[in-house]
């Protein structure tokens, strides 16, 4: 690949809250158009690594997105949040929900345009929801929903997504929906970093991986950084790991 491949550049990034550094001197480069999952245990600083990279957080360091720094790149990141942040009680329909990722693009003086509704109604069938567009969003399952929030992101036509924790209490078919829908994004040459949990799917959902806690214990290719020494570092006495690299096994403690 060229030298000056556009790169999701992240240097000595540093983010307290209060008296309480989550994330101590962060560095790490990826080339844009990977799937890279982020892990570690909890409290790790993973969705504030997120939101650093969002531009939500108060940060020190540098933070680079395709080449560009963040308030150029806003209308061309997604971002869902993780369901437990989100308040459902709102009365909201599907649809509604999903064109709210149009609205970056629609002047405050103007309604959707046809054109808007139908970005939104393809988003809304690319995640299997169309049958549901007239529900009230605190209706569904937890897979539903989830698969709403990412239609939304879908329909905001973004090229780098960031998703934290996407599969938490959801369904399997909702699940296989997702993961799909991410590798074909890929495909298109999107940019997407996922908060994840479940150890065991890391090798198979990612290609690329950063394994955090409070400070980088590793990032690069899953085959570099999925490996028992390092997994042993970040989750210290949370996960215990058998095997070698090979025939691994890592167990909850
Ligand atoms: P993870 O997503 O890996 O579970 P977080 O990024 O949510 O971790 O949190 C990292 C650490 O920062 C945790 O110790 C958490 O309690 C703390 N933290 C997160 N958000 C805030 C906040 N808004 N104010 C104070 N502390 C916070
Ligand atoms: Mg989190």
């Not at 939500?56 to 720094?69: A, T």
């Not at 345009?113 to 549901?132: N, P, Q, S, W, Y």
């Not at 960031?162 to 699940?175: H, K, N, Q, R």
């Not at 690069?220 to 989750?235: F, I, R």
């Amino acid at each position: 690949m060229s030298a000056n491949q556009p790169e999701i550049r992240v240097e000595r990034l540093t983010v307290n809250y209060g008296g309480h550094q989550a994330l101590k001197n962060i560095s790490f480069s990826f080339q844009c158009g990977q799937l890279v999952g982020i892990i570690g245990p909890n409290g790790a600083g993973k969705s504030t690594l997120i939101k650093a990279i969002l531009g939500l957080e108060k940060y020190i360091g540098s933070i680079e997105i395709c080449g560009k720094p963040i308030k150029e790149m806003r209308k061309k990141i997604s971002y869902v949040p993780q369901r437990s942040s989100i308040d459902f009680d709102f009365p909201v329909l599907v649809e509604d929900v999903v064109l709210m990722g149009r609205y970056a693009f629609i002047p405050w003086y103007k309604k959707a345009r046809i054109k808007d509704k139908e970005i939104a109604r393809d988003a809304l069938e690319k995640v299997g929801m169309t049958h549901f567009a007239k529900r009230q969003i605190g209706q569904l399952s937890g897979g539903q929903q989830q698969r709403v929030f990412i239609a939304r992101a879908l329909a905001q036509q973004a090229d780098v997504f960031f998703l934290d924790e996407p599969f938490v209490g959801i369904d399997a078919t909702s699940e296989e929906i997702i993961v799909s829908l991410l590798r074909s994004l890929q495909r298109e040459g999107k940019t997407i970093f996922v908060v994840h949990h479940d150890l065991s799917k890391v090798e198979k959902y990612f290609d690329q991986l950063i394994l955090l806690n409070q400070e980088l214990v590793g990032a690069g290719n899953v085959s570099e950084v999925y490996k028992p020494e390092l997994l042993s570092a970040a989750y210290k006495g949370s996960v215990t790991v058998f095997g070698n690299n090979d025939n691994m096994m890592v167990v909850s403690s």
